[in-house]
């Protein structure tokens, strides 16, 4: 496989598939832990897992500056289209984007979804994707939800779960979570950005690989690693 990830900060990523660029909710500008900075982030294609600031980010400007796809639900694709962003490809869940490099399908995600300026922003989601071997799963924003076995079914390299409690599941739901994906390897995210959402990630990396043998990945902001 040859899937490289970076880590931006919150629930931003960058991914490398074979040489494209996916940068996934590029909330760079304003994200207190991220070390990047919007103007350098390339992309091919950006992936959106709902409309809140701390997720769309930068993806206007980087999208109009790189020419990316934007891939994201209906509601948030109109609003894209409304401002100026004219490579879109709107979905929602069960549904797939293809291209000759990669999928994206969209998954159940258990959250709220509207933008800054109040406009409604659709369904919220997560995404399995798939691409250079691997199949790679976002969860976006989401609490534990029973149907995460499904998800599992995929046969997940990697799980990008939120630990960071208040708005998401926290660190005993993450637990159960993994349970019911079974990936070879999770990653933690969204938390330690703000104080409502800290968390001891070592404690939590310590409670994964005690409680689900699964291989627990914890990367600095801006830090890489690979499938
Ligand atoms: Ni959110
Ligand atoms: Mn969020």
Redesign the pocket.
């Known amino acids: 496989m040859t899937v490289a990830l970076r880590w931006i900060g919150h629930s931003a990523y960058s991914l490398d598939i074979d040489g494209h660029k996916v940068l996934i909710d590029p909330f760079v500008s304003g994200n207190p832990i991220a070390k990047a900075a919007a103007k350098d982030l390339d992309a091919d294609v950006i992936l959106l ?2 409309a ?1 600031g ?2 769309v980010g930068d993806s206007v400007e980087i999208a109009k500056r790189t020419g990316a796809l934007v891939v994201c639900n209906f509601e948030m694709g109109d609003w894209y289209l409304a401002h100026g962003v004219q490579n879109v490809y709107q979905g929602n869940p069960g549904g797939t984007f293809r291209n000759d490099w990669m999928s994206a399908k969209w998954t159940l995600a258990f ?3 509207s933008f800054p300026d109040g406009t409604y922003g659709g369904q ?1 989601n997560g995404f399995v994707i798939r691409g250079g071997g691997a199949a790679i799963y976002h969860a ?2 989401t609490c534990l939800f029973g149907d995460m076995n499904l998800i599992g079914d995929e046969g997940l390299d990697l799980a990008l779960l939120p630990i960071g409690d208040c ?2 599941m926290g660190i005993d739901d993450s637990i159960k979570a993994i349970k019911l994906l079974q990936p070879k390897a999770v990653s933690p995210m ?1 938390y330690n950005t703000f104080a409502p959402i800290e968390q001891d990630v070592s404690a939590w990396a310590a409670r994964v690989e005690s409680e689900t043998g699964v291989k627990a990945i914890v990367p600095e902001p801006d830090g890489e690693f690979s499938l």
């Open positions: 897992t709902h809140h701390d997720h959250h709220s979804s919220p976006g924003d708005f998401t969204h």
